[in-house]
């Protein structure tokens, strides 16, 4: 009997130091979310920034720019809020151009 409670004493006194092991882990988690964050960022930024630049170039050379500039914007969008409101707009004038158009046209020109 003794053996049996000495072995599971052992037990409790390792299970203490591997939760505070993974406690420790989820502190530096915590703490490097931010950083990852912010690289994630960047990453979007110039994989997504580098496609609609192509996709720009593409409006004067030959290539799928109607294509890639979309692509560019939806990658974009996954971080950035003002690329989802573009590819938005993308959508509203690929799905309906006349509407668009004459959305655009209905405005009221800017107060001088």
């Known amino acids: 009997?003794?053996?049996?409670?000495?072995?599971?004493?052992?037990?409790?006194?390792?299970?203490?130091p591997a939760a505070q092991s993974v406690q420790a882990e989820l502190e530096k988690v915590a703490v490097s979310a931010p950083v990852f964050r912010q690289v994630k960022k960047l990453i979007v930024l110039?994989?997504?920034?580098?496609?609609?630049?192509?996709?720009?170039?593409?409006?004067?050379?030959?290539?799928?720019?109607?294509?890639?500039?979309?692509?560019?914007?939806?990658?974009l969008g996954l971080e950035f809020a003002w690329a989802r409101r573009w590819l938005r707009k993308a959508r509203e004038v690929i799905k309906d151009p006349k509407a668009a158009l004459r959305k655009g046209l209905d405005r009221d020109p800017p107060a001088a």
């Open 46 to 75: 110039v994989i997504g920034g580098t496609i609609l630049l192509l996709g720009i170039a593409l409006l004067v050379l030959p290539g799928p720019a109607f294509l890639v500039i979309p692509a560019g914007l939806a990658i």
């Open 1 to 16: 009997m003794t053996k049996n409670r000495n072995s599971s004493e052992t037990n409790l006194n390792t299970a203490k």
